[in-house]
């Protein structure tokens, strides 16, 4: 009988793995302040060119929103509200409908039955789940062409006038939110009196403000940052 040989496919073991990985990485545009070219930088695709699922955004969106509810409505019931616990009249022989107070229920002014009472609205959501929605959603705002790369925002100062000169530049229009490794005081000083622009640390990041924003600007330490949290 003939001795049958085992061949590896081209590409296949560690090397071919690698060899795909690095087919997959794509390079973005990486700009100055003043919104020239200053180079590129290849992104991972582990993080940035992955399968869209949308199901994940939609529930860690739902997440995030439902920890946002302060949760502080209430009603009253019979026990709260305004009246007298005497029988308004007696049981029998009246001809009336039996009532024990004019705190019930089925009266006006009367108490309400199982209204809203304060709660939290918040849960939990699985981290490898997070992870995963957050892959996605810098994915597409990638693909849509809203992701920015920016070199630095260099202030020194807190000069509001000084950082929408910088967002004008970079066509940053309405909502944008400026991504940065810890952002200097200047930075978000500057940023807080600006109509529809978030300043926020790349380890507060969240889906919810990938996709609530126009332009998402990022800044190379928090690009690298957002690589090394995210990469599975």
């Avoid at 560690?14 to 590129?40: F, L, M």
């Avoid at 019930?104 to 918040?122: E, I, M």
Wanted: with cysteine; glycine share 10%.
């Amino acid at each position: 009988m003939a001795e049958r040989v085992r061949t590896k496919k081209a590409g296949a073991g560690s090397g071919g793995k690698k060899r795909r990985a690095s087919a997959e990485e794509a390079s973005v545009e990486v700009v100055n302040a003043a919104n020239e070219k200053v180079g590129e930088r290849v992104v991972s695709a582990a993080v940035f060119g992955v399968r869209v699922n949308e199901h994940l955004i939609y529930e860690a969106v739902k997440q995030y929103r439902a920890g946002a509810r302060r949760g502080t409505h209430m009603t009253k019931n019979r026990a709260l509200v305004s009246g007298s616990g005497r029988k308004p009249w007696r049981q029998k022989g009246t001809g009336r409908a039996r009532v024990g107070e004019t705190r019930t229920p089925l009266w006006r002014h009367g108490g309400t039955v199982f209204g809203p009472v304060p709660r939290d609205y918040s849960y939990s959501m699985p981290k490898k789940a997070r992870a995963a929605a957050m892959r996605s959603a810098l994915t597409q705002r990638m693909q849509e062409g809203a992701l920015k790369v920016v070199d630095g925002f260099a202030i020194a100062a807190p000069k509001t006038k000084e950082l929408k000169g910088i967002l004008d530049k970079l066509g940053a229009t309405g909502r944008t939110v400026l991504v940065d490794h810890q952002p200097v005081d200047a930075l978000v000083l500057s940023g807080r009196n600006i109509p529809g622009l978030k300043v926020i640390d790349a380890s507060h990041l969240t889906v919810y403000d990938v996709l609530d924003c126009r332009t998402l600007l990022v800044s190379q330490d928090a690009l690298g940052r957002l690589e090394e949290r995210f990469t599975p």
